[in-house]
Structures are given as structure tokens and as C-alpha cells.
């Protein structure tokens, strides 16, 4: 049965973030410092998948647009970053409604592994028009690699929404720069990031950045419990 995602609280992973404290905000932060920090001032950009917003609305350099096939989340992301950034509501299966190579980034966070190997050939064929020539892709899905299945398996227990039935197409490093070649990207790279930094925020928020900053980055590049790829459009 396909998921509502109607289901999930109108800005929840918003309130989430803002929550800033314990394991599941950290998270959010930490991943979407990963993405900021691949963000280039000057570039207009396309967060596909954007939710309530959060990322562009807290992140970004003020010249991006969000879209998402939810219309509550939209509204909730134009009420609370309308004066920052542009949102707009989007309907599934269909292209994005913007000219060819408008882009010169386009992030998609945690969204690929929502969707059908169908859906997916749609939206990377869609990302494949709207990137300008040499054009980034960065994108992120759980490591399905890594012990990320346990994890998730915590999560969907303790967490308010579960991913049991949203997560229904699972990818490893190996998988993720396979699907990308296929579509005609250039310059891939594809590596793990996230792994036991979030969880000191269960004891202190800032002890967990400290972890961040020093854990062994070619260990959370190897066995992190997310993938974080950049791909240049040819």
C-alpha cells in the first residue's frame, strides 16, 4: 500500500530541528550541515523534497527554491521562511515546472529511498534538465551498508513517525554511484557520513558537535550511517 504522507504532522521535522536537544534533532543538524557546507553563495538552487522547509529556511544562502508534493508542508514552509526563500507545491509524477538549466545545484535529503525505481527514473531524468551543464547533484539516503537497519528498526519503536513503510528502495555506496553513472553524471562521489556523534546529544548538545569535529573522518566515511554523493551533470 502506497504511504500517505498526509500522515506526518504538519511541520514535524521542523519543530524537530528546532527542538535542539537530543539524538533526533542532533541529526537533523548535523545532516543538514553536511549539505550547507556544499552549498555555493552564488548558486541558485532546487532542494527537491523540501518539507517544512527547514533546511533552505535555516541553511541556505537565500536563492533557493523548495518544492514537495505535500501542500501542508508548503503552506508551513511559506508561513515561517516565505521571506527567506521561494516554496512551491508540487504534484507527484509529473516534472518540475521550471525551464531546462536553470539550476546550478539541486540537493535532495533523504527523499530517493521513498520512491519507486520508476519514480526515481523520472525525477533523475527531471534533475538531468534543470542542471546547467557542469551543474552539482547532491543528494543523501540511508546506508543500507551500514548497521543503519538496526538503527531504523530503534527508530521506527521510539519515534513518533515511522519509516517502516516509507523507506521502500534501499541503497549501499556501491548501488547509489551505479544509479548515477546510469543517468549520465560525471565527478561521482559517494561516501557514508554520520555515525556516533548524534547520539552524545542524549547527553549534551555541544559535547556532540565536539564528537563530530573529531571522530575519525575515514571511519564515518566508510561505515556512516548515511550516504551524502556529488554528481556534476555532462
Not at 10 to 23: A, C, E, F, M, W
Request: charge should be positive; hydrophobic fraction near 35%; glycine fraction near 6%.
Amino acid at each position: 500500500m502506497k504511504y500517505n504522507y498526509s500522515q506526518i504532522p504538519v511541520g514535524y521535522y521542523d519543530t524537530l530541528h528546532n527542538k535542539r536537544s537530543g539524538l533526533q534533532s542532533k541529526w537533523h543538524w548535523l545532516k543538514f550541515l553536511k549539505f550547507k557546507d556544499s552549498l555555493r553563495p552564488g548558486d541558485l538552487h532546487l532542494d527537491i523534497g523540501c518539507g517544512p522547509g527547514t533546511f533552505i529556511g535555516n541553511y541556505s544562502f537565500g536563492n533557493s527554491t523548495g518544492v514537495d508534493i505535500a501542500l501542508t508542508q508548503i503552506k508551513y514552509a511559506k508561513k515561517k521562511y516565505g521571506s527567506k526563500c521561494q516554496f512551491l507545491h508540487v504534484s507527484p509524477n509529473t516534472p518540475l515546472p521550471f525551464e531546462d538549466q536553470k539550476f546550478d545545484t539541486i540537493s535532495m535529503i533523504e527523499l530517493i529511498e521513498h520512491l519507486t525505481d520508476r519514480q526515481i527514473n523520472d525525477l533523475l531524468s527531471d534533475v538531468k534538465r534543470l542542471l546547467k551543464k557542469d551543474g552539482r547533484l547532491l543528494l543523501s539516503t540511508p546506508n543500507y551498508g551500514s548497521a543503519w537497519p538496526i538503527l531504523e528498526k530503534f527508530v521506527n519503536l521510539i519515534g513518533v513517525v515511522s519509516y517502516e513503510d516509507q523507506h521502500i528502495n534501499r541503497f549501499n555506496k556501491k548501488r547509489l554511484k551505479m544509479l548515477l553513472q546510469m543517468y549520465g553524471f560525471e565527478k561521482i562521489n559517494v561516501e557514508s557520513y554520520l555515525f556516533t556523534a548524534p547520539f552524545f546529544a542524549s547527553v549534551n548538545w555541544n559535547f556532540s558537535d565536539l564528537i563530530n569535529k573529531f571522530e575519525p573522518k575515514w571511519i564515518t566515511r566508510k561505515i556512516g550511517f548515511l550516504l551524502f554523493a556529488q554528481a556534476q551533470n555532462s
